[in-house]
Structure formats: C-alpha cells, structure tokens
C-alpha cells in the first residue's frame, strides 16, 4: 500500500474575507486539477492572518489542520514562487503567502521536497495553491 502524497493548500485573504469565498475558490481551483478537499492533507498561511476569523471557519468546515507560519520562513521560499506580491510584502512581510506558506508546510509534514502543484489562483478577496510533496 503507498503513501498519499502530502498536499498542502495555502491560503491568503483579505481582512474578514467569508468563509465561504475561500471555500468556493478552494473546490473550484482544486475541481480544475481533478482533485477535491477531501486529498487534502492541511491547510496553510502566515502568522499574519492567524486571526483571520474565515480562515479558521474554513478549516474547521474541512476537519483539516491550518497552520500559521512566520514570515522569516515564508521568505525563504521566494526563489521557488510562480510570482510575488508588493502588496502581500508590505502587508505580511513576505512576497507570497499562499504560495510559500502551501511549500513550507507541505515540506515540513512530509519531510521531503515540495513542489507548487497548483500554482496561486485568486478571487475578489482570496489567493489559494496547492504544494504537493510525495512520500
């Protein structure tokens, strides 16, 4: 029997962004790529947005873990991102949220190297990727 691959969805929003957008943006981008939130393994942000009330309903509607990862370890991740943001730097202290917090996390319960599996997709209010590290 093998192992599932780890994967990762990393999320950055707005300010009060609902739930439900994140979620909506979540199944499409994931629907795209012949997968659905049930493959997921967890979700993933920056500590900036740890008290983003939709982000923590969102997982909570999954039964999935989120994360919060600082910005000193998301910056690391800036050579390996499909495309930066000045707006997420100013804002969260690194160029990519969704992006970079889906690889950190991705290599980090997986132990292993991650690559961008769904590279960032956006709504009005939303950003979402999708790491994917196999076992």
Known sequence: MSERPTLVA???????????????????????????????????????KADEPGLQQLA?????PIHFLPAGVLAGYHGRLSETSARALQVAGTPSVAEASALALAEQLSGQPARLWITKRKSAAATVAVARANP
């Open 10 to 48: 990393g999320l950055g929003c707005r300010r009060d962004c609902p739930p439900g957008e994140l979620l909506a943006l979540l199944d499409r981008t994931l629907q795209e790529h012949g997968s659905s939130t049930a493959e997921l393994t967890a979700l993933a942000s920056s500590t900036h």
């Open 60 to 64: 909570a509607q999954l039964n999935l």
